[in-house]
């Protein structure tokens, strides 16, 4: 489909007027790398290694690579397969060897992501995700401020109507310094907002949404990749003592509801961004963090999940659900 829509390539010409918006730059001798494709002293190109990548993309395209429906069926497919065992188990997810299968099964966003990547658009697409995943230049100081900022926000105003409105006296699990200063529990708090989020974005953001949103506005593409984000998070409901290392008691309702809508506040700031996907693992984070450190009572869950969805429904009213962000239209060329 010949769709302009997506998301800014984050594009910068440096001081010699050479862009890097799609990582284009030509050397001293006039050669090209904005495709990975250089010129050897043979005439061949290391971007297609010599095969003919047109030929090479068209002919895994036609095998399902390049289609946005090859990402869940490997994200999800993989996950399922080895979380099922954990859960058949009735034992908890610590023991072993379920431990192994759980970890062994969460890295589908990064097996989906990396594998696809190489596959669609090899070392080219690689060296992408790895600029959008530490380039700092990409986002501007509002932008990380809202990233570390509006979960954090949301839980507090929450908080307080809950508190206005009489639901609860207590509206906040406020983390404990005995947590905080236990060795043990910090690693535990620090791995789950920090270590976990950056392998889904990798996947999630890294290679999928981009697809999505070349087919669809970004706010179909957002919640298209918000249901598949909540289904993957499906078994962790049923793993006994998963969540017991956790301030965090999840109810499915409001627990996945979030996570759909929740999807459309990640849209708005990679597409604002440049694509970048350090911003995105940064909210991810974020809102794991303030749910641990700051984190709503069972009471205002469905409060919660009322927030994220007025908060979705806010960005894509002033920003505009086509592409969720102000300006020109941004391109999107996923290979």
């Known amino acids: 489909m010949d769709d302009t829509r997506g998301v800014d390539d984050g594009g910068r010409n440096d001081d010699n007027g050479r862009s890097d918006g799609d990582g284009g730059r030509n050397d001293d001798n006039g050669r090209s790398d904005g495709d990975g494709g250089r010129n050897d002293d043979n005439g061949r190109s290391d971007g297609d290694d010599g095969r003919g990548r047109d030929g090479q993309v068209a002919r895994l395209r036609g095998r399902g690579v390049g289609s946005p429906w090859a990402f869940p069926v490997v994200y999800l497919g993989w996950t399922y397969a080895w979380w099922a065992l954990v859960v058949a188990s ?185 694509r970048s996907l350090l911003v995105v693992v940064a909210f991810h984070f974020s809102g794991n963090l303030a749910g641990e450190l700051v984190g709503l009572t069972p ?6 999940f009322a927030a994220t969805a007025v908060a979705a429904l806010f960005v894509t009213v002033w920003w505009g659900g086509g592409t969720l962000r102000r300006g020109e239209e941004p391109v999107s060329d996923p290979a």
Do not use: C, K
């Not at 080219?124 to 990380?144: A, E, I, Q, S, Y």
């Open 299 to 304: 009471a205002l869950y469905g409060y919660g």
């Open 90 to 274: 009735g034992e908890s997810v610590w023991s072993f060897p379920n431990v192994a299968f759980f970890l062994v099964g969460g890295l589908s966003p990064v097996i989906a992501g990396l594998g696809l990547t190489w596959l669609a658009s090899g070392r080219t697409g690689l060296r992408d995700l790895w600029r959008r995943l530490t380039d700092v230049r990409r986002v501007r100081p509002r932008w990380w401020a809202a990233a570390l900022l509006v979960y954090p926000a949301l839980n507090l105003v929450v908080a307080g109507v809950g508190l206005v409105t009489g639901v609860t006296d207590a509206p906040l699990e406020v983390a404990g310094l005995d947590r905080l200063l236990d060795p043990i529990g910090l690693f535990g708090l620090l791995a789950f907002s920090l270590l976990l989020p950056l392998p889904e974005e990798v996947g999630l953001r890294g290679y999928w949404l981009d697809r999505l949103q070349a087919r669809w506005t970004a706010l179909v593409a957002s919640l298209v990749l918000g249901v598949t984000w909540a289904a993957w998070h499906v078994p962790l409901l049923f793993m006994e003592g998963y969540y017991s290392t956790t301030t965090f008691q999840p109810e499915p309702v409001p627990f996945l509801g979030s996570i759909v809508f929740g999807a459309v506040l990640y849209t708005w700031l990679y597409n604002n961004t440049g």
